[in-house]
């Protein structure tokens, strides 16, 4: 017997289409804190397209090495322990971008994302989406696509949540939400018609009331 | 223009000799020689010029080859094309107050009694030694630097430079510091003071002279071994030591590691920290010592200022804060309280913490220079001059 070699898919390339809506939310010439930054493409384009003033959060050693090459503000910290040292209302903006589902307690971190930003931007991969609740039903077991690369025994997305899952959540901790934008194949619509099915991506703008 | 050595591989230090200088204290010291080396060329507009500031046991000497053949205590970072590249910057190191490879300290001439200082130096602390490095970089003739860059009492400088010059330097990187020594640190310390306070008095020799025909304690190398305990961490002990013996001849003699003399060590760890020891005692003063742990003791910027937001309330430049996950000396907590006062600031401040085995001493390892070879060039080229 031939062992099953379960192929790992690397999520979105950089994620240009995730990193276009994002920036396209952001008011030029303003503060931006990037949580999970990663090697700090998304800070170097707001730079360089929005004269945006920014900061990154990273954990990973080499990520944060080549954000600091690329002349990218950057802070070596474990968003899981929160933004401690971060003055409220800093930033203009907080993003997360697709880290939501990879944090021990979102509830936590976005709550001090809400503290530190007047708005924060929210991407995380949609577990709603009918082509994995059909993989789920069907096959019984639990799906690996472009969105959800990684197999459930190795995976850092340890929360699979929905966009109707972060509507109410959002809801639950008294935050409101400004604006929704749903990616399908790499493209971003203000309005989807079943976005919870259809989308792969869920973007959110949200705001504390 | 002032000329370095950015091609040529061997370097000679310059001095810079001043009237003398009011300490903290009140005190006047003087005449002041100030020992220092420069690489690289000063640009045309006097923009390029990076401080470089040594350690405890650090000197002028940071990179390139001496005359008599040591290369720097930094030299992986610094020369051209490395971390801090002389082809860009042009960067100065000197030996602090109190040091004993050149600038005034306890082994200079006391003009009052003509004899060495010896244990009458008057106390000074870190702003006295940022204050000479201040005269000399007027001496230069430069107005405001493109970084200052120290590692542990070379980052208490650099956060001093920082906070007392926010308009003469452009950037500040503080490698495994603390704005105040730990009790812990204190401790350690005056236990490294107390071997050499327990020397009979007049035992030790100048450094030039040839130590242990003269010297009759060894209270020196014992502070020494001490230090290094602490600037190493238990794994890489583990890793570099374990509890391998000394390797020893058919007729017991020891050939490989250690000194090869009676008490040389039996385990690989006691022959290294001997020969530390007896290395550090050719090498430096005890007096020196004493001066400079007791100017790292009485860091405390909190102290200083009240708290740590106000000592960084007018900091202008860009600020690079590191720290080592293995350094229990100086442990990332502290480099932390540095970061946060600046974040409560909103000053421009970068935090890196580094995963490396090597303990405090870890940013002068040939192993660490990679990495941190990247991280300076990349925040030093991030540098913007708006003049």
């Excluded at chain 2, 970084?147 to 926010?166: E, H, I, K, T």
């Excluded at chain 2, 003063?285 to 910027?301: N, P, V």
């Excluded at chain 2, 085995?357 to 070879?373: N, R």
Aim: charged letters at 20%; proline letters at 4%.
């Amino acid at each position: 017997m031939s062992n099953t070699v379960v192929e790992i898919r690397t999520p979105f390339h950089e994620f240009e289409a995730g990193f276009n809506v994002i920036i396209e939310l952001i008011t030029p010439g303003t503060r931006v804190l990037d949580l999970g930054c990663g090697t700090g493409t998304l800070l170097s384009r707001l730079r360089d397209e929005k004269d945006v003033e920014g900061c990154g959060v990273e954990v990973d050693q080499e990520k944060v090495i080549r954000s600091i090459e690329r002349g990218i503000r950057v802070m070596t910290l474990d968003l899981d322990q929160g933004l401690e040292g971060f003055p409220d209302l800093s930033y203009e903006y907080v993003v997360l971008s697709r880290t939501l589902q990879q944090l021990m307690n979102p509830e936590a971190l976005v709550k001090e994302m809400l503290r530190v930003g007047s708005k924060s931007i929210i991407t995380f991969p949609n577990f709603g989406h009918w082509k994995l609740m059909f993989e789920y039903v069907v096959s019984g077991r639990t799906p690996i696509s472009g969105t959800h690369p990684h197999p459930w025994y190795n995976t850092p997305d340890i929360h699979r949540l929905t966009i109707e899952d972060f509507r109410s959540f959002v809801r639950q901790i008294g935050a409101k939400i400004e604006k929704e934008i749903f990616i399908l194949n790499d493209r971003p619509r203000k309005e989807m018609f079943w976005p919870n099915r259809r989308a792969e991506w869920g973007c959110c703008l949200i705001s504390a009331y | 223009m002032v000329d370095g050595c950015s091609n040529s591989q061997t370097t000679s230090k310059l001095y810079a000799e001043f009237d003398g200088i009011e300490l903290d204290s009140g005190v006047f010291l003087g005449p002041l020689t100030v020992a220092y080396e420069t690489y690289g060329r000063l640009s045309a507009s006097r923009d390029n010029a990076v401080l470089v500031l040594h350690a405890l046991s650090g000197d002028a000497h940071a990179a390139g080859i001496s005359e008599n053949g040591r290369p720097g205590w930094w030299d992986g970072m610094i020369g051209p094309g490395k971390g801090i590249d002389t082809n860009r910057y042009f960067v100065i190191c000197s030996n602090c107050l109190g040091g004993c490879k050149g600038t005034t300290g306890p082994t200079s001439i006391n003009p009052a009694t003509s004899k060495p200082y010896g244990r009458s130096f008057p106390r000074i602390t870190i702003t006295d030694m940022v204050n000479v490095q201040v005269k000399l970089i007027d001496r230069l003739g430069i107005e405001s630097l493109h970084s200052v860059v120290g590692g542990s009492m070379g980052g208490m400088q650099s956060l001093d430079w920082a906070s007392r010059y926010p308009d003469r330097v452009k950037s500040a990187i503080v490698i495994a510091a603390t704005a105040r020594l730990s009790p812990q640190g204190i401790a350690f310390n005056w236990v490294g003071r107390n071997a050499i306070y327990s020397d009979p008095i007049g035992a030790c020799g100048l450094p030039e002279v040839n130590s242990d025909s003269v010297r009759m304690g060894r209270g020196l190398a014992v502070a020494r071994m001490i230090g290094h305990i602490t600037y190493l961490s238990e794994e890489i002990m583990e890793r570099k030591f374990g509890r391998k013996l000394t390797l020893k001849d058919m007729d017991g003699t020891t050939y490989s590691l250690g000194e090869n003399e009676i008490g040389g060590g039996e385990f690989e760890v006691e022959s290294y920290l001997q020969h530390q020891g007896a290395k550090f005692m050719e090498r430096f003063d005890e007096d020196s010592y004493i001066t400079i742990t007791k100017a790292i003791d009485y860091f405390d910027l909190e102290s200083q200022y009240g708290d740590l937001i106000s000592a960084f309330k007018s900091v202008n430049a860009k600020m690079l804060v590191l720290s080592f996950t293995s350094d229990w000396l100086y442990p990332t907590s502290m480099s932390l309280a540095i970061v946060r006062s600046l974040q409560a600031l909103k000053k421009d401040v970068s935090f890196v913490e580094l995963d490396m085995p090597y303990g405090h001493d870890s940013f002068l390892i040939p192993a660490a220079m990679p990495k941190l070879t990247r991280i300076m060039r990349g925040f030093l080229n991030g540098v913007k001059h708006s003049s």
